[in-house]
């Protein structure tokens, strides 16, 4: 067909289809650069931007078909009617947009082409690749071509283009905690996307270590989805500014984010608001070379607060203590500030050394045998996790997935995806696939804890109540407390949402009975106790009962059994629950 181009033109005429094809052919044999023909037959708009750039080429037999198919289609006369008439759809926009970044590409290949024939004598031609195009930040960098090559040997394949581009179509924003956004956000998006059809994502690093896009083509348009992950309080000032659409934080938000956020995104403390992704342990951590295994929070309050500057104060080999921290825009740093200096009434030393990352941080006391530092508990890496008490005479309790899961350790803490009242569909479905089944066993698989429930074999226990120790000898205790709302008799909203996770265990395991057990704090008369414990555990047997999961028992052991340390209200608070068994 190209033959007949060039000698015959003038004997008859060819159709726009054979011009196109020859023109396909003769790029691909020379250029080696893929052309969709039926593309090009089908859509005007890339037809007009492929035949400018091939232009660019300088080659005069593609101009003289270049020429033919102008003609034949008509396109300069139709390009002004078509502006005129209708906008161009995302589509068109991606695809003009190629059109310049192979310009450019283009352009500077020829230019070294050129070049290294001036260096060298010509060799036989071999199939060219163009340089792959790398978009510098997530939105607003320019596009540079990399010296490195392509995966593909065009931009455009098969109608579609190589991934990544200047300017995708941003779908949401994620901005937050680097707690969640260091691995389990990409993990969570990726899954998500994959679930509506996405096979491949490139991820692009943005001008910071913690800020990322993950580009992917879905229905023939480039999107993508913008991860910054600076800590948990740029959540909610993203969210008021208009900057995110997604808020990631290691810690609930606090009432003065509530009052300045609520006229512009609902109220962020409402189930349908916040939801918890995940639990995680605040590990606190040291090097794998220390002997210490366990401390009290007064101890870590007064090692963090800079009275205790040396390990042999503490009873330990002597050594100055060094200290790491996470920086001041963490919901780590938040976490620890609240559970453990400000419980004591302390605060910070100025010799702490801050960190942005988790991983940096965990690396550092790794490398330092007298370093401790506190970490999510998926960032534990090389070092040691201590177990950790709330004051004398309370057992230490290391933070494992159980006991992080049932919140009885002591530094235990949610996490969390916030999202305003009027978010878009599709941030909905991804924040209601994060809390799901799915979403939940890629919280395990990134190391931190799902909310997907496990059974646990409890032991009998010296001084617990008889029935209590029954239990333990012919049920199983399961990973998960009910709490409430402070100053009501409401579920909180893990409490709500793990409702639901309850009775979809209960009807996958049929064969098993539900006990419910309540429990309260020792504040007040061990009667009243004991009758509060019992109304907050009949309050969940309402719960599922009107679900129509039956419930084999309800016991009410008030102040027994503690799981925290009564003399604080974090303490408090832990101990007012419902655990849930199976018969």
Known sequence: MFNSFKGNKAESKPSLEEQIGSLAGHVKQKFDITVSVSQMLDDASYRLTVLHELRTLGDAQINELLDSITQLSSID???????????????QNVIILLGAALTIVTLSFLYMFAMSDSASPR???QPQVLPKVVAQSAASQPVQATAQPAQTDSLLENGLPVLPVANPDMVFRLHGSNTIGEKLAP???????????????????????????????EKGSVKAVELHAHGSGTAFKDMLSGSADIGMASRPVKVKELTQTKAALGDLSRVGNEHIIGLDGLAVIVNQNSPIKAMSIDTLAKIYSG????WGQIGQAEGEIKLFARDANSGTWDTFNKLVLKKTGKKLSSTASRFESSSQLSEQ???????????GLNYIGHNKALAITEGRGATPIFPTKFTVSTEDYALSRRLYLYTPTAASALVKDFAQFAIGREGQELVDEVGLISQNIRLQQVYASEGAPRSYNNYTRQGQRLSLNFRFNHGNGDLDNK???????????VEKNPGRRVVLMGFSDSSGAQTSNRQLSYRRAKAVEKELVSRGIPVMAVEAYGELLPVANNNTEAGRERNRRVEVWVI
């Open 77 to 91: 006369s139709n390009q002004g009617k078509a502006a005129a008439d209708t906008q161009p759809s995302r589509h």
């Open 123 to 125: 060799q036989d031609v």
């Open 187 to 217: 993990a969570l998006i990726e899954a998500f996307f994959e679930q509506r059809g996405v096979k491949e994502f490139e991820w692009v690093q943005g001008e910071s270590d913690v800020e990322r896009t993950v580009q992917f083509i």
């Open 307 to 310: 009275e205790v500057t040396n």
């Open 365 to 375: 006391v790794s490398q330092n045998e007298f370093a401790i530092g506190f970490i």
């Open 495 to 505: 409490g709500q949402r793990d409702l639901l996770r309850l009775i979809e265990f």
